[in-house]
């Protein structure tokens, strides 16, 4: 089976992290966003990897060449120019036209389809593509995928159920006649939306309401580490190796965390002795005894030192390539920017 993982952006609504940091590589629960996809697709089957690079590419590639390169054939498609989803499959064609079908996925989207059903349902009506899709939370603000009779009429206007589009597909390899002979271009803009308009062939959607988060904004990441917290405290999901749960919380094995944590995640070599509730600490954290946190997210090698207390924060170590005039706040070597 093999795939192809989008993770060519800037993540620019995670700001100030994917200034220094490619946003697949972000931890989530102690595992990068980008694993957690990999993981989820391995159990199906994954035997061939692609993945497309542009922001901070190195960091990528060294980590899945160190973690996976000897069980996945796995190769990277480097765009010095950001191609889109339909301009960065093309870049790849001649590692993927041969195939009968592949999965396309958001390298920064938890979610956990069922492959192989998804698989199947493309296959049994022999449709251009099967997109999972989900119905959407109360309130929130998405561009309406129309399902009528398990087939997509169109997105943003169309017939039948307005659904929210997951992020992925599993495409047919006939793709590759639809797309345009060009580098740059979208696969819903300049493929799916022209060959449902043009009723030149189907695209399905493929509806499971499981589990899955959209990691777009600080805010939507501590939702989604307060849900995937939860599913691996409460036995519904593995915790990532090299972690385990202490209470409600989630600790890796090289970090020294005291009692005073709760409902909490601390990554690889993090030292905390300070209270931290409802809150995310990435690797190689310091965090004294006289902080306190309360929903905050606090990126790698950030060291917090003194009688501190900070709620509803992501705070990030002071970097040159954070803009002076950006959002956050500036303190000695710290960069605080409010959730």
Same mark, same amino acid.
């Given at each position: 089976?093999?795939?192809?993982?989008?993770?060519?952006?800037?993540?620019?609504?995670?700001?100030?992290?994917?200034?220094?940091?490619?946003?697949?590589?972000?931890?989530?629960?102690?595992?990068?966003?980008?694993?957690?996809?990999?993981?989820?697709?391995?159990?199906?089957?994954?035997?061939?990897?692609?993945?497309?690079?542009?922001? =901070? !590419? *190195?960091?990528?590639? @060294?980590?899945? $060449? +160190?973690?996976?390169?000897?069980?996945?054939?796995?190769?990277?498609?480097? &765009?010095?120019?950001?191609?889109?989803?339909?301009?960065?499959?093309?870049?790849?064609?001649?590692?993927?036209?041969?195939?009968?079908?592949?999965?396309?996925?958001?390298?920064?989207?938890?979610?956990?389809?069922?492959?192989?059903?998804?698989?199947?349902?493309?296959?049994?009506?022999?449709?251009?593509?099967?997109?999972?899709?989900?119905?959407?939370?109360?309130?929130?603000?998405?561009?309406?995928?129309?399902?009528?009779?398990?087939?997509?009429?169109?997105?943003?206007?169309?017939?039948?159920?307005?659904?929210?589009?997951?992020?992925?597909?599993?495409?047919?390899?006939?793709?590759?006649?639809? =797309? !345009? *002979?060009?580098?740059? @271009?979208?696969? $819903? +803009?300049?493929?799916?939306?022209?060959?449902?308009?043009?009723?030149?062939? &189907?695209?399905?959607?493929?509806?499971?309401?499981?589990?899955?988060?959209?990691?777009?904004?600080?805010?939507?990441?501590?939702?989604?580490?307060?849900?995937?917290?939860?599913?691996?405290?409460?036995?519904?999901?593995?915790?990532?190796?090299?972690?385990?749960?202490?209470?409600?919380?989630?600790?890796?094995?090289?970090?020294?965390?005291?009692?005073?944590?709760?409902?909490?995640?601390?990554?690889?070599?993090?030292?905390?002795?300070?209270?931290?509730?409802?809150?995310?600490?990435?690797?190689?954290?310091?965090?004294?005894?006289?902080?306190?946190?309360?929903?905050?997210?606090?990126?790698?090698?950030?060291?917090?030192?003194?009688?501190?207390?900070?709620?509803?924060?992501?705070?990030?170590?002071?970097?040159?390539?954070?803009?002076?005039?950006?959002?956050?706040?500036?303190?000695?070597?710290?960069?605080?920017?409010?959730?």
């Amino acid at each position: 089976m093999k795939a192809m993982l989008l993770a060519a952006g800037y993540g620019t609504r995670l700001r100030p992290v994917t200034y220094t940091m490619p946003k697949p590589m972000v931890p989530l629960c102690n595992r990068p966003l980008i694993a957690w996809a990999i993981e989820a697709l391995r159990h199906a089957g994954l035997t061939d990897l692609i993945v497309n690079l542009h922001h =901070l !590419p *190195e960091m990528i590639e @060294s980590y899945l $060449v +160190d973690r996976y390169g000897s069980e996945l054939d796995i190769h990277f498609s480097l &765009e010095p120019k950001i191609l889109g989803t339909g301009g960065g499959l093309r870049k790849v064609r001649p590692l993927l036209e041969r195939e009968r079908d592949f999965f396309l996925v958001n390298a920064d989207t938890i979610q956990f389809p069922d492959w192989q059903s998804l698989r199947r349902a493309r296959f049994e009506r022999d449709a251009l593509a099967a997109l999972t899709l989900r119905h959407p939370p109360p309130g929130d603000t998405f561009t309406a995928v129309w399902l009528e009779d398990g087939i997509i009429t169109g997105f943003g206007r169309g017939r039948g159920e307005p659904l929210m589009f997951s992020g992925a597909h599993c495409i047919s390899s006939r793709i590759f006649r639809c =797309l !345009p *002979e060009r580098d740059f @271009s979208g696969i $819903v +803009d300049d493929v799916y939306e022209p060959v449902i308009e043009g009723q030149r062939d &189907e695209v399905i959607g493929f509806v499971d309401d499981g589990l899955w988060f959209d990691i777009g904004t600080p805010q939507r990441y501590l939702s989604a580490s307060r849900g995937m917290l939860e599913a691996i405290v409460g036995g519904k999901i593995a915790a990532p190796e090299g972690s385990g749960v202490r209470g409600t919380s989630l600790i890796h094995e090289t970090a020294h965390a005291k009692k005073t944590i709760e409902k909490s995640t601390v990554g690889e070599r993090s030292v905390v002795e300070g209270k931290a509730h409802d809150s995310a600490i990435w690797n190689d954290c310091r965090v004294d005894e006289g902080v306190t946190l309360e929903s905050c997210i606090i990126a790698n090698r950030v060291e917090m030192r003194g009688e501190l207390r900070y709620t509803n924060s992501l705070i990030v170590r002071d970097d040159p390539l954070i803009p002076r005039d950006s959002t956050c706040r500036f303190e000695p070597g710290l960069a605080v920017f409010p959730i």
